[in-house]
């Protein structure tokens, strides 16, 4: 069985995060379309959940696995930046309405 790569799965999940919610706030900035911002909210909260669940896996996974912890922990910083650019599409989001 091949070996899980941390790296790749976060950077994936990261890109795909960011690019969705990225395509709800500039969806409803060109459109003024309200189904974008609704879109977003719910993505905003939907992703959130996610994410929070994929750093506790990555904690869990660095206090079980020694050798993969520098990994995860870098898997954790890298959808860690997610949490502000998320927050400041929510506020700019939030502003238009």
């Given at each position: 069985?091949?070996?899980?790569?941390?790296?790749?799965?976060?950077?994936?999940?990261?890109?795909?995060?960011?690019?969705?919610?990225?395509?709800?706030?500039?969806?409803?900035?060109?459109?003024?379309?309200i189904g974008f911002a609704?879109?977003?909210?719910?993505?905003?909260?939907?992703?959130?959940?996610?994410?929070?669940?994929?750093?506790?896996?990555?904690?869990?996974?660095?206090?079980?696995?020694?050798?993969?912890?520098?990994?995860?922990?870098?898997?954790?910083?890298?959808?860690?930046?997610?949490?502000?650019?998320s927050i400041?599409?929510?506020?700019?989001?939030?502003?238009?309405?």
């Amino acid at each position: 069985m091949k070996n899980f790569n941390y790296l790749l799965f976060a950077k994936r999940i990261f890109v795909t995060s960011l690019s969705f919610g990225l395509i709800a706030l500039f969806g409803y900035i060109i459109t003024k379309h309200i189904g974008f911002a609704i879109f977003g909210y719910f993505y905003l909260i939907f992703a959130g959940i996610i994410n929070t669940l994929i750093l506790l896996f990555f904690l869990i996974t660095a206090v079980l696995h020694k050798e993969k912890r520098i990994e995860c922990f870098q898997s954790i910083l890298i959808l860690g930046i997610n949490i502000p650019l998320s927050i400041f599409c929510a506020i700019i989001g939030d502003s238009l309405l």
